[in-house]
């Protein structure tokens, strides 16, 4: 996409963003819509996706030395107007002698302030200068946060001030400062896909969605997910995306399965004070804790019942502690699940411990479509379906996708024979597929080819070519089947009849109920339809028995002639 340029210096700011874009973030691994990667600052590499905690510039809890030291903190964020306010008189002034924090250091504007305020005593451009002067290496431009329950009217003047803030800004923007483009709108997504579209035609090489925070606050994750997702899929691909106030283990998998690469948040020092213990399932208050479920340092130190009685500031020191653990372990829990392909399944187990998770991620079953597109094609991992959630893996739609535009049957191929799933993968390597082959081998005509055939949930049918396929040979699914998976698996099976004709199916089935169904199904579907359908049911379909009376039953099949 091509920007709008309207003078010499920002053409050459432009210019050397891009460039700087080009060189600043690689992504490494991939799995759904979320990445690891390596952002490249001034300050050293930053692999995302990662936590950075809020960082009070004036007092803080636990110094931003030991967050390094100890909690494998690569980066914090600290607030830029609140160290201009305090510290902005003196000369040579750097973030990171301030702080005494080696690592990356990223500068939010203010804008907090304004929104809890009104109003702060600044200008974009000068906020910039500043961020400039005390060497930040991730710096946010003054941005108008848009809230929560703001009218549509309020919220577009939210969208067109940031845009405004933004394109002053771009001509003052460095080249050693990864700036930040915020994204507004609130909980309207035709607002959030607009600012989304103008922000990039701006040079920031890090984009951010803003105003989030009440809405996790309030556990309406699946607005969330609307909001995510309509930032995600209106700027470019290439640039890293900043989640403004996620700081909550619980929201982490989702978040990063969506593309969000960076996230922030003083939720583990504020909770603290609330006496709130941190989990990657939810938030527990000290009163209901027995045992520590967590084996952080801190957890490991002490006993549950010893939290009630400490004096006020000690226990505060502890969760404090504590829920910054949390937050970094479970990052690193949601990487490992990227580097191994495993994010879905991570994400299926943590939306099952509260239902607004659950509902996010029913809502985010209904992208399935992006998030196939934007996953990796192969991974070698074994695919598990667990029930109807696991429907919307990428690995199903992908397959559902080529099988219905891109396969059709062995040209000569008019006799479908449809068997169930042998006991092992791949079903073609299976001893049960031999001792068919075995059977029907004296099986010839000149008019019958037969096509082999399976019936699995979910895929429904999988021809006998495509078995030592991926995800076709390393899959495994739940028993008993759940309604949504068994009509699911059915649906699949119809959709590959009425596309495939074939002059005769002979249907080799068990008595379990997916056979049973799949047969109506199957004659619903051959009404009308010069198909001659056998069908040849056994308790057992591979016993031996069973395979003879298939191939003595296949020998009397019957040429169709047609008037």
Request: with cysteine; glycine share 4%; charged share 25%.
């Given at each position: 996409?091509k ?14 963003t891009?460039?700087?874009v080009?060189?600043?973030?690689e ?9 690891i ?26 110094p931003?030395k ?20 305090h ?7 750097d973030a990171?002698s301030?702080?005494?924090?080696q ?5 939010d ?8 305020y009104?109003?702060?005593d ?34 577009l ?16 923007m460095d ?5 930040v ?16 579209h103008?922000?990039?035609?701006l ?10 925070t ?11 997910v ?5 930032a ?12 403004f ?15 969000c690469?960076?996230f ?16 990657p399932?939810?938030?527990m208050?000290i009163?209901d804790?027995?045992?520590?479920p967590?084996s952080?340092p ?7 019942s ?12 502890f969760l ?5 653990y949390?937050c970094m372990?479970e ?20 939306s099952?411990a ?7 991620f029913?809502?985010?079953?209904e992208?399935k479509?992006v ?10 991992r ?10 919307s893996?990428?690995?199903v739609?992908?397959?559902t ?7 059709t049957p062995?040209?000569a191929a ?11 993968k791949?079903?073609t ?8 082959l ?22 429904g ?10 995800p ?10 759940d ?6 698996t059915?649906?699949q099976?119809?959709?590959y ?6 002059d005769?199916?002979?249907f ?11 047969e ?43 008037s």
């Amino acid at each position: 996409m091509k920007y709008k340029v309207d003078t010499p210096s920002q053409r050459r700011i432009m210019l050397n963003t891009e460039m700087v874009v080009a060189l600043s973030f690689e992504v490494k691994q991939r799995d759904l819509m979320g990445r690891i990667g390596r952002l490249k600052t001034r300050s050293g590499i930053l692999e995302t996706p990662a936590f950075l905690p809020v960082v009070n510039p004036i007092s803080q809890i636990i110094p931003p030395k030991r967050m390094l030291e100890e909690f494998k903190c690569k980066a914090v964020i600290t607030n830029s107007y609140i160290i201009k306010r305090h510290f902005g008189h003196l000369e040579d002034l750097d973030a990171h002698s301030l702080l005494e924090f080696q690592g990356v250091i990223a500068t939010d504007s203010g804008a907090y302030q304004i929104l809890e305020y009104g109003k702060i005593d600044t200008s974009p451009k000068e906020i910039v200068e500043f961020q400039k002067k005390i060497r930040s290496d991730i710096a946010v431009i003054l941005d108008q946060p848009t809230g929560w329950e703001t009218d549509y009217n309020t919220a577009l003047w939210t969208v067109k001030k940031t845009l405004e803030h933004a394109r002053e800004s771009v001509p003052l923007m460095d080249d050693d400062t990864l700036w930040v483009g915020p994204i507004q709108g609130g909980e309207f997504t035709n607002l959030i896909r607009y600012s989304a579209h103008e922000m990039s035609r701006l040079p920031f090489p890090i984009h951010a969605l803003g105003s989030p925070t009440p809405i996790m606050e309030r556990y309406h994750f699946p607005r969330l997910v609307d909001m995510v997702m309509t930032a995600k899929l209106n700027i470019t691909p290439d640039k890293p995306l900043h989640l403004f106030g996620a700081g909550h283990p619980m929201i982490f998998p989702l978040a990063v399965a969506m593309g969000c690469d960076m996230f922030d948040s003083a939720a583990y020092a504020l909770f603290s004070k609330d006496d709130r213990y941190m989990t990657p399932t939810g938030t527990m208050k000290i009163d209901d804790l027995s045992y520590f479920p967590c084996s952080c340092p801190a957890c490991r130190k002490r006993e549950a019942s010893e939290l009630r009685e400490m004096l006020k500031h000690e226990r505060e020191k502890f969760l404090t502690e504590h829920n910054l653990y949390a937050c970094m372990a479970e990052m690193d829990t949601v990487k490992q699940a990227v580097a191994e392909g495993d994010l879905w399944r991570l994400l299926e187990s943590r939306s099952r411990a509260h239902p607004a998770l659950a509902s996010a991620f029913r809502k985010l079953a209904e992208y399935k479509n992006v998030i196939e597109e934007n996953s990796p094609s192969y991974d070698g991992r074994g695919v598990y379906i667990f029930d109807f959630w696991s429907l919307s893996r990428p690995e199903v739609v992908r397959h559902t996708h080529k099988i219905e535009s891109n396969y059709t049957p062995p040209k000569a191929a008019n006799l479908l024979l449809l068997v169930p799933a042998p006991e092992t993968k791949p079903y073609t390597s299976s001893h049960q597929f031999k001792s068919l082959l075995e059977n029907i081998e004296e099986f010839s005509s000149r008019h019958w080819k037969i096509h082999i055939c399976f019936y699995a949930p979910p895929f429904g049918i999988i021809p006998s070519e495509l078995a030592e396929t991926y995800p076709l040979s390393q899959f495994e699914t739940a028993e008993p089947l759940d309604k949504e998976t068994l009509e699911f698996t059915i649906m699949q099976i119809r959709k590959y009849i009425e596309r495939n004709k074939y002059d005769a199916i002979f249907f080799h089935r068990g008595t379990e109920k997916l056979g049973i169904l799949a047969e109506k199904s199957i004659k619903k579907c051959l009404k009308g339809r010069n198909t001659k359908f056998t069908v040849n049911s056994n308790l057992d379909p591979w016993k031996d028995e069973a395979l003879e009376n298939l191939a003595k039953r296949l020998n009397n099949l019957k040429i169709i002639t047609y008037s």
